[in-house]
């Protein structure tokens, strides 16, 4: 299994501030024939199920604000969110989709209004 | 619009099958990959495996030996049954679609999901 470690386990932030979460694969989740990360972020608030924010590890899924951004290659990788509003306190989740069997997610970082 | 709306048992006994359904409405069934996930209390998600169309099954290692995915096209539902459960499969159960296109194997919609608590 590809093994997902997300840090931090949660981070406060201030209203309008920068939150940066990271994500790092147990295994190189790029596939060099096709140049793409294979890396999705989901945001799932209190009581509701995952929404996907991200896909190829930076391509932003319809409707989502553009304040969310992703970055990263390989093994290592970011989203960002770049001015915090009161609407984005969830718990954040990477995913690999590099090896399907199985598709693993990563632990979480929760988000919070400092 | 696509919705899904997981439905079934809230509480299974120890050593018995839990069995779970996905109505799915927007969208046909025997289309796109189907997918179940599992979430404990306070815990991350856990992929439980999927369903192709054409009929193809991919389930996650851990939990094969238990894991019977299907659908039933008639009803445009998609099945779960998981045999033997323990008190290690409470959870909320989701049952989420794979978006058809470019490949990447992600979750675009997905139900509301349904608790499942096992306890004699």
């Known amino acids: 299994d590809i093994v997902m470690t997300q840090s931090p386990d949660s981070l406060a932030v201030s209203l309008g501030e920068r939150a940066t979460i990271n994500c790092k694969s147990s295994?190189?989740?790029?596939?060099?024939?096709?140049?793409?990360?294979?890396l999705a972020w989901y945001q799932q608030k209190p009581g509701q199920p995952p929404k996907l924010l991200i896909y190829?590890?930076?391509t932003r899924e319809s409707g989502v604000p553009d304040r969310f951004s992703g970055s990263g290659s390989g093994t290592d990788f970011t989203l960002t969110i770049s001015s915090l509003q009161a609407e984005d306190v969830a718990v954040y989740y990477c995913?690999?989709?590099?090896?399907?069997?199985?598709?693993?997610f990563g632990g979480g970082t929760k988000v919070e209004i400092k | 619009q696509v919705q899904l709306q997981e439905s079934g048992p809230g509480l299974v006994k120890p050593s018995e099958t839990l069995s779970l359904i996905c109505s799915v409405s927007?969208?046909?069934?025997?289309?796109?990959?189907w997918n179940w996930i599992r979430q404990p209390a306070g815990k991350p998600l856990e992929w439980i495996g999927r369903?192709?169309?054409?009929?193809?099954?991919d389930y996650n290692p851990s939990l094969k030996s238990r894991v019977t995915m299907s659908i039933d096209t008639s009803k445009n539902q998609f099945l779960l049954s998981l045999s033997s459960v323990t008190a290690a499969d409470t959870a909320v159960y989701y049952c989420?679609?794979?978006?058809?296109?470019?490949?990447?194997?992600?979750?675009?919609?997905w139900g509301r999901g349904t608790m499942v608590t096992v306890s004699s």
């Open positions: 989420a679609r794979d978006p058809p296109g470019d490949g990447a194997d992600v979750f675009d919609i």
């Open positions: 927007g969208d046909s069934v025997d289309s796109y990959y």
């Open positions: 369903f192709y169309s054409g009929g193809a099954t």
């Open positions: 295994q190189s989740v790029l596939y060099s024939s096709y140049n793409k990360n294979y």
């Open positions: 190829w590890a930076s």
């Open positions: 995913q690999q989709y590099y090896n399907t069997r199985p598709l693993t």
